[in-house]
């Protein structure tokens, strides 16, 4: 295999005799992660770019056009996180936060990352808490990891009391501390397996919603990032990936009220599996729906 120049050497080319500039930098940057194959290379890029300086991509952008110079220092901690991106390490590791919606959330080993796929699942979510005819619903987010669906239902249905569970103490770190600095004061998270969550709860939840693992054992994800860097923990559901789902299903049964919501995210080819699963459970209505790549994403059914 052909040697490639590391992220470090790359980024001192720009220095010979003259002053390296945020898109001569850039430009390097995106050599590399296209080479080792970054799905995304100019985001990256850019995204690392205003990490390094406390830029906003836009920013970061604009510095670009107008010939901002890097300083030393600058370019030298550009050139280890380039690195660390070409080894295909997440980008939300490097940075250690994640978008979703309209939050940022804290990030890094021993959480799974929150996907853009989730942001149209829990939007599913947010619909039924606001379309309740009552003054406080209860939504509950079942494994919540880093707690990116409860906070979202917590901060965009404001009057909704919403509790989550998750039962990976790495994780849980992590839910802890983006629970804290969202500020949601109507967001609750505890330390317990989902089988036993919410006991007090029985019978008056409105909506509940679980992205559970659910890759089958012996499917091993492509993506370096997910395979090497996601936990084990968060990604996989048994055979047939659906023995948390399972779990799930029994556990919104006792949560939930007659006329209640589920809401389930699940892999593209697990649709027709699941609304057989809950159907036989006794759910009613069980229906999938798409993301928007037009992948089925979502299962909801009824109690």
Known sequence: MPSTPSAAAAADTPSAGHPATVELARRHAVEILTRAAVPSPDVDAEL???????????????????????????????AELVERRAAREPLQHITG?????????????GVFVPRPETESVVQFAIDALRAVPIPRPIGVDLGTGSGAIALAMATEVPNAAIYATENSVEAFIWARRNFAESGADNATVVFEHLADAFHELDGSVDVVISNPPYV???????????????????????????????????????????????IIEHGELQGQAIRELLTADGWHAAATHRDLTTRDRTTIAIR
């Open 48 to 78: 690392l770019l205003g990490h390094v300086l406390g830029l906003g991509r836009g920013a970061v952008q604009a510095a670009a056009i107008t010939g901002r110079v890097l300083d030393a220092e600058e370019r030298t901690v550009f």
């Open 97 to 109: 936060r994640a978008a979703f919606r309209s939050m940022e959330l804290a990030v890094g080993p």
């Open 216 to 262: 089958p054992d012996d499917a091993i994800p492509r993506d370096p990032e997910v395979r090497l860097h996601d936990p084990s923990a968060a990604l996989y559901g048994g055979p047939d990936g659906l023995d948390v789902v399972r779990q799930v299903s029994a556990t919104a049964q006792r949560l939930l009220h007659r006329g209640g919501t589920l």
